[in-house]
């Protein structure tokens, strides 16, 4: 049964730190990997989509990688702002048995950037 | 702007009543999906549908839970009876699985509806 960790559960670091997000997940047989906000009271935006036959996907100052044999993906972002406050969520695409296309999800890390 | 639309955004009701949740989701996708979520258990599968068709509702509370897809433009949970431990939000998403077979695609996400049951 695939699992989806993130480590840390919560993060709080000054404005304009660059730091790292964590997400492990157990079995290597998926589609891609899905890095999603949610902010408090809302729903989930997307905000990078990576192929598993990718190693790294960019937006602006959003980079994610994947190491699918480790089973492994990073979020990093740069130079981090207070509206990037929210909870990060991880979510893998299974790609074999009756679930194919379902999201199983990590619980996400709080992030919280402090001017 | 294409978006996913759910309705009601929340609802109280009592404990015994039933409650219906719907979702459109955005024109042309092909794939929907239900998912809770709880501080304990965090974002769930409930249902699946491609093409209207009921792919996997192995993480839904049969005896209580139903989820349909009247058509292509609408798709519906319904809980009968309502308990206090189905209290989450629910979220409704969609995709648009190019092969119609499975594959990898991006889901977009509705606002989700925050159920309470007293």
């Known amino acids: 049964k695939q699992e989806v960790t993130q480590i840390p559960a919560a993060l709080s670091v000054p404005e304009g730190e660059n730091l790292v997000l964590n997400c492990s997940f157990t079995?290597?047989?998926?589609?891609?990997l899905q890095w999603f906000r949610q902010d408090p009271g809302k729903g989930l935006t997307s905000l990078l989509l990576?192929?598993?036959?990718?190693r790294e996907q960019t937006s602006g100052r959003l980079n994610a990688s994947l190491d699918k044999s480790s089973g492994r993906s990073t979020l990093y972002i740069a130079a981090s702002q207070p509206g990037d406050s929210a909870t990060y969520l991880c979510?893998?695409?299974?790609?074999?048995?009756?679930?194919?296309?379902?999201?199983?999800f990590g619980k996400g890390t709080k992030l919280s950037v402090k001017p | 702007d294409a978006r996913v639309t759910q309705t009601p955004r929340h609802k109280v009701t009592e404990m015994g009543q039933e409650v219906t949740m719907r979702c459109q989701p955005i024109?042309?996708?092909?794939?929907v999906f239900w998912y809770r979520q709880t501080m304990m258990q965090g974002l769930e599968l409930l249902a699946y549908?491609?093409?209207?068709?009921?792919?996997?509702d192995s993480g839904m509370p049969k005896d209580r839970f139903s989820a349909e897809m009247p058509d292509a433009t609408l798709a519906t949970l319904k809980i009968q009876p309502s308990e206090p431990r189905d209290s989450a939000v629910y979220f409704c998403?969609?995709?648009?699985?190019?092969?119609?077979?499975?594959?990898?695609?991006?889901?977009?996400f509705g606002p989700g509806t925050r159920l309470t049951v007293t």
């Open positions: 998403a969609s995709g648009l699985d190019p092969s119609g077979a499975g594959g990898s695609y991006e889901q977009y």
């Open positions: 979510a893998v695409s299974m790609n074999y048995g009756g679930s194919q296309g379902n999201l199983i």
């Open positions: 990576i192929q598993s036959s990718q």
């Open positions: 549908f491609r093409n209207r068709a009921p792919l996997d």
């Open positions: 024109l042309g996708h092909n794939t």
């Open positions: 079995d290597s047989a998926i589609y891609n």
